[in-house]
């Protein structure tokens, strides 16, 4: 990797850990399309083991707000969700996946602009629990199912929750992916580069957070979500 893409990374690595921990999700949304023009190969796996990293400082700081019960049942469904999504890696070509990727960003955008909020009941909870699974692992982008079950929640309580959930099934998406060999050496190394600039995000999120109330967490999840499938779409088209 040269150093200005390194910086490039870097850069969208910062904001979406910032956002991560600011909002309960958002690193693989915001930095994906981005990574995926710079270097692909990052894809899932480098960008899952990042995400677990913020995953992990939240969890630790909003532990007294998470929802256990809710986090439970999503995680219910995350497993074969999970399994699913390794498999769908392996068989699906990276254009088709950068679509799926895309097109599924865009649906949650309009589905939440229009004001669609389900209810965080056992059902919606599992389904949106596999089909994060399915999208996490596959794209390193779980957040939107999750985001639309839990997105009328408080700010603690929402970061805290989809912390909480993205953390364990995170983990079991990095041992499936070494199971399937999407996870190599080079895959750590650059991990390992871009832990300060997670830890920065993190840090950067803690002042951001005082200005987000519920209405500018919700917008600034749909903003930056759109932007991040247009740019990849983009990226598709142009590359032909």
Not at 75 to 86: E, I, Q
Not at 136 to 163: D, E, F
Not at 177 to 199: N, Q
Request: glycine share 12%.
């Amino acid at each position: 990797m040269s150093a200005a893409g390194y910086v490039i990374i870097a850069v969208a690595i910062l904001l979406g850990s910032c956002l991560q921990a600011s909002i309960g999700f958002g690193l693989g949304m915001l930095a994906a399309p981005i990574v995926a023009v710079v270097d692909p190969s990052l894809i899932p796996g480098t960008l899952i083991m990042l995400a677990t990293a913020v995953t992990l400082l939240v969890v630790v700081r909003e532990r007294e707000a998470i929802d256990l019960a809710g986090t439970g049942w999503a995680l219910a469904g995350r497993v074969p969700g999970t399994v699913a999504g390794a498999l769908l890696l392996v068989v699906l070509p990276e254009r088709a996946l950068a679509y799926v990727l895309a097109a599924v960003v865009l649906g949650g955008v309009a589905l939440t602009s229009f004001g669609w909020m389900p209810t965080p009941h056992r059902r919606n909870l599992v389904l949106a629990g596999a089909t994060s699974g399915v999208l996490g692992t596959a794209t390193s982008i779980g957040g939107p199912p999750m985001a639309l079950v839990w997105q009328n929640s408080s700010g603690a309580k929402l970061r805290g929750t989809m912390s909480g959930f993205f953390l364990v099934g995170s983990v079991l998406s990095i041992v499936l992916l070494a199971v399937t060999g999407a996870i190599d050496h080079r895959t750590v190394v650059v991990f390992g580069m871009l832990i300060p600039v997670v830890i920065a995000g993190y840090l950067l999120s803690r002042l951001v957070n005082r200005h987000l109330d519920r209405k500018r967490q919700r917008w600034a999840a749909i903003v930056i979500s759109a932007l991040g499938a247009v740019v990849l779409i983009v990226r598709q088209l142009v590359g032909g």
